[in-house]
């Protein structure tokens, strides 16, 4: 199922109008980065927790052709959680904060 | 009323003002979107400093805005009946924030604004870059807030009618100040390094206190206003 590093799963969006997009692990490497430097965390400690979260969200994609963002999200931030809870709780919680 | 009574119910008003919590989870977001797209510690002063003197200006010019147009409708001192709305308005909203303040019952600090509103506001705040953009997002957030504070803004502006003239312009100093405390202290953490998930947490710890506190000190504030105005004048006392 890889291609060149990215995967072939389909990711439905929140909304309506919304197609499916194939998963790009750099838009989510850069979510979970920006969250860790959120939380306080040195720039290059957030790109390796970054890393190491995606691979495992990778890892859990495989033989998922299709998935949600919200099912993403929950993987990720649980991952996260091992190594940053601060950093999972502002990923998992950022779109409730208004 | 004398003059230390008056500056003493707007700053009251103003610190229910600062409880409310929309301009504040803008100022949050802007700030997390800030430090997770690596911009640097200055730009983030510039972007949060921007915001909150928006937030600020908005508040004044509500507020004397408010003073102008309710002395254009009733003129000064405003008589028993109008004193009797505003004291409704602010009971009514008071048991209104206690019930529906903040959205759900789940985590978070979700708050009891039309969605589309929420996502306009954290659309435009993902795409602050300049200052100058900060500043209008803290125009606009006081401005989606408007539903709450509409009594502050009220008994604040009907007090200032009340005041000698040179005393309405520190009247209205003290509101903007106050109001804005709850905007400085978010500013002042997040300038002075602490993180943003830290200060997220807090306030959802403390929602429900936040919202307890606001609807009481806004049932309070009205009932002050009822026997102080209304019952007052009405059997003579004053």
New interface residues.
Partial sequence: MHEGGNIQTHVVKNGRHRHPEAFEREKLHKSI???C????AP?GNAESTARRVVDEVVSWLQKRPEVTSNDIRRVAAKALRTYHP??S??YE?????? | MDIFTSLAIIAFAALIHASFQLSVSVLTLLSSHTIGAKRSRAKLLRLTSSFVGGAALMSLLLLVSAAFVFLQLFGAPVSLEVWAIACSVVLGIGVAVWLFYYRTKKAGTELWIPRAFAKHLTSRTKATRASVEAFSLGLTSVISELIFIIPTLTISALILLELPSQWQLVGALVYTLVSSLGLIVVWSLVGSGHSISRVQKWREKNKRFLQFSAGSALVALGFFIYINEVVALATGVL
Wanted: aromatic share 6%; proline share 0%; hydrophobic share 45%.
């Fill in positions: 980065v920006a969250a430097l959120g939380s306080g720039t601060d950093a709780y502002l919680h950022h779109r409730s904060i208004m």
